[in-house]
């Protein structure tokens, strides 16, 4: 509970913060504080201590896996500050400082309730609470027509995809027999599904997939993550997509576990829809930001496979890809915002001026594409150990390993890039960067070495 007030009222606190806040480098420092905070209460509600004692009649429930996965959000979330805290600055030339990061904070506290949701009103409300800043910080740089159509696009989409979400609310809640909100209380049996429930819950699965950017509903995606500014595009894609998927598999364990039979099918068909789509496309792009864009479709490919499974395995693994494909693509897309050129080119001799740069942006790239001691590769290890261990529909295992080597193709393009093309001279190769920045990804990138060996540091901490 801490999580979902602290997050709001520093937000609060921001956004009139600065009014007072003269410095520009201020409301970054303000905003390390706040996330420093919120960090910490969530760590010590999970060793039984509480600053919020509220009786909020079951409608919210924090449990390990809630809080594990709300620490891994905020503590990315400091880093993504870290890292990025200067070029937040820069957004509107200067311009709202306090307010992009008070929006940030409000999507923190849609994080912690979409995490932690036991009522399908908190579900729509902490969506709409994650949704709705976001989509002021993709138009943020309103002097750029792509970000200003990217914000115009995904208030359109995102309104669509609420609506179809609270059509879905409303047939469950008509068609189950308790005429309840709590996801508990639906008691959906093993028996056929009733009209009602089952139209619900494709409109259910059809918004969620458009909130996490699943095919075929991802047609929004690399618009709106190429059109927004680049800073605020890594937030868009890691942690607030993985909270996406924390939502999902939170709504169908608790409420349509029981019947996975009859919608596991349709699951299967969006999963390997989203991989061959996501992979493919992004073979074919040009610019960085727009194949991470794409890219990150193929990434949630792999964590629909949680979905799938449905188990105990299936958890562990999307904590840990949580955490390892947020801190990669972080790490990535601080190195991106950077750059003056975001096309593959503008990688050339990356190893030759910026050595740093080059190995740790290796490491993020090994780590998406899912190489051994790397937190991507045991990510993914438990994605498909999830999906063997549920016994259906092997092939897909199969073929999201297929998809997997395709991902290989254009993360090493870059990688061929760094070390072995000489700079482009038409382009500019200036990266402003300093010791400070340089160790942030060391730090980064060590930590993604660090899960890729030794897992249950992380995971193990969902039985504790």
């Known amino acids: 509970m801490s999580a979902i007030i ?16 003269k410095k520009s480098s201020s409301p970054k420092y303000w905003a390390i504080a706040g996330i420093i905070i919120l960090l910490i209460a969530n760590v010590m509600e999970f060793f039984g201590w509480q600053f919020f004692n509220i009786d909020t009649h079951g ?23 870290l890292l990025n805290g200067r070029d937040i600055e820069k957004v509107g030339n200067g311009n709202n400082i306090s307010e992009y990061f008070a929006l940030i904070f409000f999507v923190l506290c849609g994080v912690a309730i979409s995490s932690s949701f036991k009522t399908l009103l908190m579900l729509f ?20 027509l792509k970000s200003n159509e990217a914000s115009l696009k995904y208030f359109l989409m995102g309104a669509f995809s609420t609506g179809i979400m609270l059509m ?43 909130k996490v950017s699943a095919a075929p509903f991802h047609f929004w995606t690399p618009d709106v993550y190429d059109g927004a500014p680049t800073v605020f595009t890594s937030f ?8 996406g998927f924390i939502a999902f598999i939170r709504l169908f364990q608790s409420s349509f576990g029981v019947i996975q039979s009859q919608w596991q ?48 395995t299936a958890k562990e693994g999307l904590i840990l890809y949580a955490a390892a494909y947020s801190l990669a693509s972080i790490g990535l897309f601080a190195i991106l915002a950077r750059m003056q050129d975001y096309t593959i080119e503008g990688f050339n001799g990356l190893g030759q001026r910026q050595p740093v740069l080059a190995i740790t942006a290796t490491v993020f790239l090994l780590s998406l594409t899912g190489i051994p001691l790397t937190a991507g590769f045991t990510a993914k290890f438990y994605m498909l150990l999830a999906a063997v261990k549920n016994g259906h529909q092997l092939w897909l295992v199969i ?3 297929l998809c997997a080597a395709i ?13 072995f093309k000489e700079p482009t001279e038409n382009i500019n190769h200036q990266i402003d960067v300093n010791r400070r920045f340089e160790w942030l990804l060391i730090i980064v990138a060590g930590l993604i070495v660090l899960l890729g060996v030794l897992p249950g540091l992380l995971v193990d901490w969902l039985y504790y």
């Open 407 to 419: 991902s290989a193709y254009y993360y090493f393009k870059i990688i061929q890039a760094i070390y």
């Open 236 to 243: 868009m894609a890691t942690i607030v997509k993985v909270a």
């Open 125 to 144: 409300l902490g969506i709409e609470i994650m949704s709705i800043p976001l989509y002021i910080l993709t138009g943020s740089d309103k002097r750029n």
């Open 168 to 210: 879905g609310i409303a047939f469950i809640y008509g068609g189950n027999n308790l005429a309840s909100f709590y996801i508990d209380n639906l008691q959906l049996g093993n028996g056929t599904l009733p009209v009602m429930v089952g139209a619900g819950l494709v409109m259910l699965v059809v918004s969620m997939s458009f």
């Open 59 to 81: 409608m919210v429930r924090f449990d390990n896996f809630t809080l594990v996965f709300n620490t891994v959000a905020f503590a990315c979330t400091l880093l993504y500050f």
């Open 265 to 312: 099918g349709l699951i299967v068909i969006i999963t390997a829809a989203t991989l061959l789509i996501g992979n493919l496309t992004a073979v074919f792009q040009q610019s960085v930001k727009r194949m991470l864009a794409y890219s990150s479709i193929a990434q949630a490919g792999f964590m629909m496979l949680a979905l799938f499974a449905l188990n105990d």
């Open 6 to 21: 602290i997050s709001a009222i520093w937000g609060v606190v921001m956004m009139f913060g600065g009014v007072f806040l």
């Open 399 to 401: 073929f999201a390993v």
